[in-house]
């Protein structure tokens, strides 16, 4: 039976990458995709979620949710990245959202309609997920596991020496997140650094033909060059789509059972994930972190699954 999921996500390129994969893998049921703030503002990811979705358009269309402001958010984002819309600055045309229901409301009611069954995989900052337990506190007993890509164990952060951005944009949900009593994985930075994808990417895409591919083959180049200008990288980081890959086969990863929390204060450490690794730690642990992967086993997955996307959004038979 496919796994019921619901994408939380700030799009930004690599979250889009991870939508096309995961909106036409067969094992799973994507019931919502709620947009949040992060990469880009509310109002733009919210546009860009329906973007994509109305791009690739799938048999079977997901909820929308929209995004709102966070109360504490951080005044960050990844335009410097993922290009001024969001989506590489390739201004792609979107309908008018046609329901507004707030990303934090689909949450509780696609939770509260399948108990215990529920996956959220949520890829950007943690505002609708802290928003979704606070109006409905029984939620987090009730989702079947969060996966979340974020934070960092040992290794430096991204957006400041200790912060990764997910956990930085606004570190008070990501704390109320990761203290809240749902059951959850953590894919971090330490993780998902390992992966960098080359320019060889671009060649191994869906065909031009395919939704998926066509959408992918505009947005991912100024991902490229943005890494090269910011990072001097000959590639790119594909941290969300390394997160999803966690719900498709977590076989692929190790982790281990942690005692985490997040820095709501520092001057300089503000949206640090901390980790009690005492020998004798006096925190209980309260989440499961990937600590490796089989690198070559997920890049085979995310391939595959964007080979099957392409597959199954194509305009040309003989891609079939
Ligand atoms: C995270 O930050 C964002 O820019 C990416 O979309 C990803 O979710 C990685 O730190
Ligand atoms: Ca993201």
Not at 134 to 161: F, H, K
Not at 234 to 245: R, T
């Amino acid at each position: 039976m496919a796994k019921k999921v619901i994408l939380d996500v700030d799009p930004g390129i690599d979250d889009a990458m991870a939508l096309c994969m995961a909106l036409f893998d067969p094992r799973l049921e994507i019931l919502a995709v709620t947009a949040v703030g992060g990469n880009v503002s509310p109002q733009v990811a919210s546009r860009n979620v329906q973007t994509v979705v109305e791009q690739v358009d799938p048999p079977r269309w997901p909820r929308l949710g929209v995004a709102s402001s966070a109360e504490h958010g951080l005044p960050v984002d990844g335009r410097h990245l993922h290009g001024i819309d969001g989506l590489g600055g390739v201004h792609l045309q979107v309908a008018e959202l046609r329901t507004r229901h707030p990303a934090e409301k689909i949450i509780c009611d696609e939770v509260r309609a399948n108990p215990e069954e529920v996956t959220i995989v949520a890829l950007g900052p943690l505002t609708n997920i802290a928003r979704a337990f606070q109006r409905d506190p029984e939620l987090p007993s009730l989702v079947g596991r969060l996966v979340l890509s974020g934070g960092t164990v040992a290794g430096p952060g991204n957006v400041t020496p200790a912060a990764e951005f997910n956990f930085y944009c606004d570190p008070q949900s990501a704390r109320s997140v990761i203290r809240s009593r749902c059951t959850k994985t953590l894919v971090p930075l330490d993780i998902t650094n390992r992966i960098v994808m080359s320019y060889d990417l671009l060649n191994q895409l869906p065909p031009e033909t395919s939704k998926v591919g066509s959408l992918l083959r505009q947005i991912l180049p100024p991902a490229f060059r943005a890494y090269r200008q910011q990072f001097g990288l000959e590639g790119i980081h594909a941290h969300d789509s390394i997160a999803l890959m966690a719900v498709l086969n977590p076989g692929l990863f190790s982790t281990r059972e942690m005692a985490g929390d997040v820095e709501t204060q520092g001057d300089l450490t503000m949206g640090a994930t901390v980790f009690d690794r005492r020998r004798v730690p006096a925190w209980r642990h309260n989440i499961e972190v990937a600590i490796d992967m089989q690198k070559d086993g997920v890049i085979d997955e995310m391939l595959a699954a964007l080979a099957e996307a392409g597959r199954r959004t194509s305009k040309n038979r003989f891609d079939v």
